[in-house]
């Protein structure tokens, strides 16, 4: 599990360098160095379509960014990952990540799993396949009121990015993030 856990500290280090840089980076060119470092970790484009501007756009003052970056900004939490066998891609990871939202706004990510999704081997190197983002109708579960969650049709989840590939069976083996571990 050693690549995925290296694959997912990067991939929160990266999001997080590039969401500062929206805020923080006067530089276009630099900025958006930062913005394709983002996008590059994902097979399928428009991962980083949250961290645009127009060139020239300028950045807010700098009361204003850090609000933004304390209440929108957060660095993920990984929560866990797992490992599958499949039958034409080889192993393949899904991940369970929190939000980059601080409702609190101290910069410390709502403990609300958010983000699943799927990564795998590319002649690239590890790649992200597909992103999920929870369904906030239901919170992930994919019951609302008692019934089928309209919102997600059940799944719990919004594929928002890439392609799914059909996982049967249990997981190869679980990696559980030990929180105090990943914030020392
Ligand atoms: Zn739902």
Do not use: K
């Amino acid at each position: 599990m050693q690549e995925i856990v290296a694959f997912l500290e990067q991939f929160i280090d990266v999001e997080h360098a590039a969401r500062r840089a929206l805020l923080v980076e006067p530089d276009d060119d630099r900025f958006q160095q930062s913005r394709l470092a983002y996008e590059t970790m994902a097979a399928f484009p428009g991962l980083a379509a949250s961290v645009y501007r127009a060139r020239g756009a300028g950045i807010p003052s700098a009361d204003e960014a850090q609000r933004r970056l304390l209440t929108q900004g957060a660095r993920r939490l990984p929560y866990w990952a797992e490992a599958y066998e499949h039958p034409e891609r080889g192993t393949l990871y899904i991940a369970y990540l929190s939000s980059t939202l601080s409702p609190t706004g101290d910069g410390v990510p709502e403990d609300r799993t958010a983000l699943r999704m799927t990564v795998g081997a590319t002649p690239e190197g590890l790649r992200i396949l597909s992103w999920e983002d929870a369904c906030l109708r239901c919170d992930a579960l994919g019951t609302f009121e008692g019934r089928q969650c309209p919102e997600c049709t059940g799944i719990g989840w919004l594929l928002t990015g890439g392609v799914l590939h059909e996982l049967n069976g249990d997981p190869v083996t679980v990696y559980r993030f030990e929180m105090d571990d990943w914030n020392a």
